[in-house]
């Protein structure tokens, strides 16, 4: 099992409102991703991080914002929450690969983000 | 065309059935590839890795054909708790290309 947390599980929020979404990880992984999926819908990357100071855009736009300023923690911010925001936000970290192996990642459980 | 296409089901078997899923991609240069198993409203979790020609764990065998650029996932002897949607993933430089999924229920 992999040890990668997000808080808060659920949350239920007004439109306007300013959220984080916490996402850490205790494995040292350089590596972190955050992905938007709604039942019942493949995952989308919205943002990813190849270590400390990096952020990169994921291939679905988003209105989120991400930082790193840790390894172990990547939280991504709505500065403005909309309902179109409503959906789960699954944040992910993965460990090197070896030989020709791809990096494996590791899902945190989520967090369904609710905004009304 | 998507980068990793699978059909989405559902597949609806009964216990002790074998079923297999088959997963396409499109980048010829990828070398390793995953399937994930997501269950309902759950993160999804890694099942196996499959490379060279494939890898076998149990009750689960995934297979890689190269040439033809799928893989594909054989599950035998169903059980009721492999009812999950399973993700076929392909990389593409320092990222995973999951794919849709495909929904099994097993049922009693």
């Known amino acids: 099992e992999a040890d990668i947390y997000q808080t808060p599980r659920y949350l239920v929020i007004g439109t306007g409102k300013k959220i984080t979404l916490e996402c850490s990880q205790t494995m040292g992984h350089d590596k972190m991703y955050w992905y938007q999926q709604d039942p019942g819908m493949e995952l989308h990357l919205i943002h990813y991080s190849y270590g400390v100071n990096s952020t990169e855009k994921g291939d679905l736009s988003s209105e989120s914002t991400v930082s790193r300023i840790r390894t172990e923690h990547f939280p991504l911010t709505l500065e403005s929450a909309r309902p179109s925001h409503t959906s789960q936000y699954l944040c992910?970290?993965?460990?090197?690969?070896?030989?020709?192996?791809?990096?494996?990642?590791?899902f945190g459980p989520g967090t369904r983000l609710t905004v009304l | 065309r998507k980068e990793v296409e699978q059909d989405p089901g559902p597949f609806n078997v009964p216990e002790g059935a074998t079923v297999a899923f088959n997963c396409t991609y499109s980048?010829?240069?990828?070398?390793?590839f995953f399937w994930y198993r997501q269950d309902c409203r759950k993160e999804p979790k890694l099942l196996m890795s499959?490379?060279?020609s494939g890898n076998e764990d149990g009750r689960f065998t995934a297979q890689l054909n190269r040439a033809s650029q799928y893989i594909s996932l054989l599950i035998r002897d169903s059980k009721l708790s492999d009812s999950a949607t399973y993700l076929c993933v392909a990389p593409r430089t320092d990222k995973l290309i999951f794919g849709t999924g495909t929904r099994l229920q097993v049922f009693p």
């Open positions: 980048n010829s240069a990828s070398q390793s």
């Open positions: 499959v490379y060279s």
């Open positions: 992910a970290s993965s460990s090197p690969g070896r030989g020709i192996l791809t990096d494996t990642q590791y």
